[in-house]
């Protein structure tokens, strides 16, 4: 296994400070075979493929479902939060009145109010909400299944040659990790995010593994590869794992990415009319989301946004305060900007992080001393949390699933994780039946729980 150091990230609640790492795992290259690969395209051809794309919005941390999508203003006070509802364009879906512009495109989104998965665990939430799966061994850093974007994507591929398929902006992280639980894991390390490694709202912003190395020129790099190639041919027919087909199409992306000018132009947004940049907002969050949108409509199949920060113990009303504004900013401007460009049907969008907050707000201390830091705040929660999701063709305005009076648990319509996979793989045209083999051989289900939400499709 190759790995590359890349910094620490901040400490959560949970007081571990985690270093992160790229990899290249060769059992995840190893496990992918090319005959394998056909069958799932087939497949994938079966369910009746689409050139949609997705936009993920990941809230890494948790935000409060009270004080984001599913409002409780006739709770008492300690349960309702700090701020009233709004109503939208939408008659029945209020939502925070720090949303003041998402209400006003209400009828372009819909929210599911009722997902679960009764994990109130950083770790536990993140493998859930990213891979549809339980079993992962507490306080464990590494993922034991696939994110569910990397199962798709290894199916679909790009949208459009020499563009990376999986792209996490500014990185994909999730918990403080890297990956994390945004990697591809047994399906091989090759369908990872390509992670763009810098924020794209600094001066100094540049993509990484985006040029090419002093004094190397496209001619003498397309040389290397030729020699290259014609060693592993001499491999190839002895070759029983496809660990080689792997490397070549790893190899081959890497390749278009450098050689090709595509791939380049769409992670330029400096080329954006500084205009619409205002619109998204002057910060890392608003800048990631744009430039989401330039990259799945260059032809990238999936792209997660990081927005992190959201484990709001203490200090909820500073947090709420500082965030959701930057998020109303970035989520209108991206549903009105893929409208304008006729790209809405064709792009899913959602908003998720990896569980809610508690219902009844705390005293500031995650249970007091030694903890306390003397200002109110909502603990880990994850019996019920809010998801938005709209755009790839699926219907708008709707409401799926109640949460409580309190806002606790699912009063109807509970919906998991499963059924948010589901509904992402209909509207890409991807098989939710596929099996892939894990590290030991053993065939592993795609999805392994629950069905197409109905109601949004």
């Known amino acids: 296994m190759f790995r590359i150091n890349a910094g620490k990230t901040s400490p959560y609640c949970d007081g571990h400070s985690r270093r992160s790492f790229l990899q290249v795992g060769m059992a995840g290259l190893g496990s992918v075979g090319v005959p394998a690969l056909l069958r799932a395209r087939e497949a994938t051809a079966a369910a009746d493929r689409k050139d949609t794309s997705v936009i993920l919005i990941w809230l890494d941390g948790g935000p409060s479902q009270h004080d984001t999508y599913d409002p409780k203003p006739d709770a008492p006070a300690e349960y309702a939060g700090l701020w009233q509802p709004i109503h939208t364009n939408v008659p029945g879906m209020d939502i925070t009145e720090l949303f003041p512009r998402q209400a006003l495109l209400a009828d372009r989104f819909s929210l599911l109010r009722s997902m679960h998965h009764n994990s109130g665990g950083h770790f536990h939430g993140g493998h859930w909400m990213l891979t549809g799966h339980d079993g992962l061994v ?17 199916v679909t591929g790009s949208r459009h040659p020499g563009m990376p398929a999986s792209v996490g902006v500014p990185y994909a992280m999730s918990i403080g990790l890297r990956p994390g639980y945004f990697g591809a894991n ?30 190397m020129t496209i001619d003498r790099l397309d040389d290397r590869r030729s020699l290259l190639q014609g060693f592993d041919n001499l491999r190839r027919e002895a070759d029983q794992t496809g660990m080689i087909d792997a490397m070549d199409r790893f190899e081959r992306q890497a390749f278009e990415l450098v050689a090709g000018s595509r791939a380049r132009q769409a992670f330029d947004i400096s080329t954006e009319d500084p205009r619409l940049r205002d619109r998204y907002g002057r910060n890392t969050w608003g800048q990631s989301t744009l430039l989401a949108r ?10 997660t946004c990081h927005f992190g920060g959201w484990d709001s113990h203490w200090n909820h009303e500073g947090t709420m305060s500082r965030h959701l504004p930057r998020v109303d900013m970035a989520v209108s401007s991206l549903f009105e900007d893929l409208e304008n460009r006729g790209m809405l049907d064709q792009t899913l969008v959602m908003v998720m992080g990896e569980f809610g907050r508690s219902p009844k707000m705390n005293n500031g201390g995650n249970g007091g001393p030694p903890l306390s830091k003397g200002t109110p705040g909502r603990d880990h ?53 596929l099996n892939f083999n894990n590290h030991s051989g053993r065939p592993i289900p795609a999805i392994d729980h629950g069905a197409v939400i109905s109601e949004l499709i």
């Open 138 to 154: 507490a306080g464990s850093n590494d993922g034991k299944y696939p994110f569910f974007g990397s199962i798709a994507t290894r």
């Open 186 to 215: 047994y399906v091989g390390r090759q369908y990872d995010p390509f992670d763009v490694g810098s924020d794209p709202n600094s001066t100094a912003y540049k993509v990484q593994n985006l040029n090419l190395a002093k004094d």
């Open 294 to 303: 330039r990259l799945v409509e260059a032809g990238s199949t999936f792209v």
């Open 381 to 433: 929660w994850g019996n019920v949390l809010s998801v938005l999701i709209g755009g790839g063709g699926i219907k708008g305005g709707q409401v799926v699933g109640t949460s409580n009076r309190l806002g606790e648990v699912p009063q109807d319509r509970p919906l998991r994780p499963g059924d948010l996979h589901h509904t992402v793989f209909k509207v890409l045209g991807v098989d939710p039946n």
